[in-house]
């Protein structure tokens, strides 16, 4: 699903990981609530449609589901296909976009890929790779949407092709969120975008939130600060590591991006064993931890009005 790019040796960067843990008491999201058992709902409806695999008939009927999910949400939605190179030649991938009205130019975009790993079996479920990042984003389209206005305009993306079919590459992997940097700098619109985030892997139910340093650094001060004021700190820290994730390519281009995952899916502290395996199921996620990365993303838009905002 994605790769470590290479260790960084410079032992600073582990510090946030090592931080005294601050007792914050939560403080209430300015924007409205989050629901973890909406969002932990939302998964549970969103895994039936299995497998996910990119490029078959079920992705493409979880495309047709999010479209109509964000419809009933008050979300304006639309599925953008496109064809790209892959392992197995032309292939048919599938965005799904719902757009939240601003009163400015200025673009903010909420980021999680849909499909599931090929070739791990027809009930693989993917709750946590893939599912539950779809589930947040969705309740997050639920409390945008009845919001307040912003200055700035919202997307909400569901990427298509995230995984990759054999290996990472320029021709496998990133599918949707490469087409969508490249939509944004072929239109003119890049320029409007003020911060691209994105979701993955973010249900365990051990949650510990790895924000990997490729990503604009004031973007991951403010998600640690998020955390913070969320009383959830101790949940986010800075990985050693580069991660190839969908928000790769918008941070390719120049555009602020950060990946909030949690990268030890597994048995045991700092294991990933889980991951890509049929043990990627509801049970294996929670909740609380689906409130928790809400929580903080909702923060995080508000604390980012101040930077967008006139």
């Not at 999680?112 to 946590?128: R, V």
């Not at 975008?193 to 994105?198: D, G, M």
């Not at 004021?229 to 390519?249: M, N, Q, V």
């Amino acid at each position: 699903m994605r790769r470590h790019a290479w260790l960084i040796p410079a032992i600073g960067l582990l510090l946030s990981a090592c931080r005294r843990r601050e007792s914050v008491p939560p403080a209430p999201s300015p924007i409205l609530p989050f629901d973890g058992a909406a969002a932990f709902d939302e998964v549970r409806r969103f895994v039936a449609i299995r497998p996910r695999d990119a490029a078959t008939p079920g992705a493409e009927r979880a495309a047709l589901y999010l479209r109509d999910r964000l419809r009933e949400l008050g979300v304006e939605a639309e599925v953008d296909a496109f064809a790209d190179l892959c392992p197995v030649g032309t292939a048919t991938f599938r965005n799904v976009i719902g757009r939240i009205p601003g009163q400015g130019k200025g673009l903010v975009i909420l980021g999680s890929h849909y499909d599931t790993q090929a070739g791990i079996g027809a009930e693989f479920e993917g709750a946590n790779d893939g599912g539950s990042s779809t589930g947040v984003l969705l309740e997050l389209a639920r409390c945008l949407a009845a919001g307040p206005a912003r200055s700035w305009e919202t997307w909400l993306v569901f990427f298509d092709g995230e995984e990759a079919m054999r290996r990472y590459g320029p021709a496998d992997g990133l599918h949707g969120s490469r087409h969508m940097a490249r939509q944004l700098a072929e239109s003119g619109r890049a320029a409007d975008v003020k911060a691209v985030i994105v979701l993955d892997m973010i249900g365990d139910r051990d949650l510990t939130v790895t924000v990997p340093r490729n990503g604009a650094s004031w973007l991951i001060s403010e998600v640690f600060e998020s955390a913070r004021l969320e009383g959830a700190r101790d949940k986010f820290s800075l990985y050693p590591y580069e991660i190839g994730d969908d928000h790769d390519p918008f941070h390719q281009a120049g555009l602020p991006a950060v990946d909030l995952i949690d990268f030890h899916f597994g048995s045991g502290p700092g294991r990933n064993d889980y991951w890509h395996t049929m043990e990627d199921r509801m049970d294996k996620i929670a909740p609380e931890s689906l409130d928790l990365v809400g929580r903080v993303a909702l923060r995080l838009l508000a604390r980012m009005a101040d930077r967008v905002e006139p």
